[in-house]
């Protein structure tokens, strides 16, 4: 058994690394691009090609990080995670204690799953949402009229809604005819009201997601909510159904029309293949192709298990923005899709990456003496070329990019003009972007030079379809969880997300008039309180 460093500065391949990025590949040298370079920086998974020429690496850089990978056990590491090993958690300080086992609620199509107890536990709650499913089809389950639900409002925050969101958004191509789909998020009732204008809550479903089941936002528009369908006459136990934790608060089947479950192995930002995600997907698109987006996910999680580093495109692509980031010194990295339908995709990974990997000690509490998780950003292409490209293309600051695209589109709705459809241009532009940000221009007036040395990859797959989305989601997930091996932090717990609630609870405790619980007349909370005009006396 290998050593298990506990600092990356501790691995011995760590100052070559240092001394290779003293001198990164040039990109701007005319004729680097070669097709020889193309062809062997590609790698392929699940419906998938990651093309990395364009980074500022060579063969010895990648032995160098091949080496890293190995000398951290990261493939060792996420082999374990998928087999149960207590992965979140803190050495030697109270800590979340927890199995790490999103991966099976996926790992459900193979003979052997990598942890057979929580796939059956998977299986079970998507038998459930199938006989759920099958009820809303004949007639079975229907609102206290005899009428079918067509509308379904998923209320829920952080975990419990951006990630199902940005999936939702992605597939909405594939929706079922005459079946809708609103969300809920923000505390802020023009949020709900918003909603609540657009739906007939009489063939309405809500369905309130909290893994905790204590979550503020949530508890608070699921009681707006049923307020709404009572002010209407109408039962709101005959219309609200639950996502939640085993013993929560909210796991009281009396008060809902349905059930389903995720369990405390299953972090909230990496929940989307769970019930959390599924209930509302297979509402709005059926069964089949959630079990697809499952799947391709599945396959995604089993090419993480690949020990060689330029055959497993989710260590890829971690490692070369571990390059970027410890050894080139990006701080952020743009996931720009060229796909209208990825418009909430970012959002998500920004929850996912940085909620991960914004973390300042090491899995042993200790602090940590190199940058962690990046800053993560991003928009569709080609919208942001109109924005904040510039900065990207002759800004001070380098920003590492991740494009991805695809060849076809969803619809398969398009026009021809002037001798390309609008597809093609539209992967055209992100190819043609990827290239001059590497390769950069020169010119003799300086501020039309482009000085190019732009790192970037571009993930490209034939159409996002179910089982695509499912692999893209993946491979960010496992992605993201190399990436905190590898800076040896606790990628599955969130005090500062904890730290958010209880400040909430004791801003609000002021605010009702309870001194001793929010602190004094004098704190600063209630001073700011005062200043806002929002404070009782
Ligand atoms: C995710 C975080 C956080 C969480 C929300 C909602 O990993 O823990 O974003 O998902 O705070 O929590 P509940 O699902 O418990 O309501």
Known sequence: MMKRWQALTDVPVYPHLVELARHPFDLTIP?????ARMQQYCCSAAGFDLLYATQRVSDETLAGLQKLA??????EQFRQMRRGAVMNRIHGYPSEDRQVLHTACRDLFGETPAEPAASAQAGREIARLKVFLEELENGTLTNGQGLPFDTMIHVGIGGSDLGPRSVYEALRAYGRPGRQVYFISNVDPDDAAAVLRQVNLATTLVNVVSKSGTTLETLTNETLVRRAFEQQGLDPCRHC????????PMDNPARYLRSFYMFDYIGGRYSSTSMVGAVMLAFALGIEPVLEFLEGASLMDM???GEELQ???????????????????????AVLPYSQALHRFAAHLQQ????????????????VTLKTGPILWGEPGTNGQHAFYQLLHQGTEIVPVEFIGFRHSQYGEDIEIEGSTSQQKLVANLLAQSLAMAMGQ??????????????????LAERLTPKVMGALLALY???IVFQGFCWNINSFDQEGVQLGKVLAGRVLALMRGQREDGGGDSSPEMSLLKMAGIAKG
Request: glycine share 10%.
């Open 31 to 35: 004729g680097v691009l070669t097709p």
């Open 70 to 75: 190995d000398q951290c056990l990261l493939v």
């Open 241 to 248: 159904m639950a996502v939640t934790g085993t013993g929560s």
């Open 303 to 305: 090419a993480a298990e």
């Open 311 to 333: 055959q497993n495109m989710p260590l890829l692509l971690a490692m070369l923005g571990v390059w970027n980031h410890s050894f080139l010194g990006a701080s952020t990295v």
């Open 352 to 367: 996912c990456d940085m909620e991960s990997n914004g973390k300042s000690v090491s899995r042993y509490g200790e602090q």
């Open 442 to 459: 020169e010119s003799e007036n300086p501020n039309r030079r482009f000085p190019g040395n732009r790192p970037n990859v571009i993930l």
């Open 477 to 479: 997930e496992a992605k």
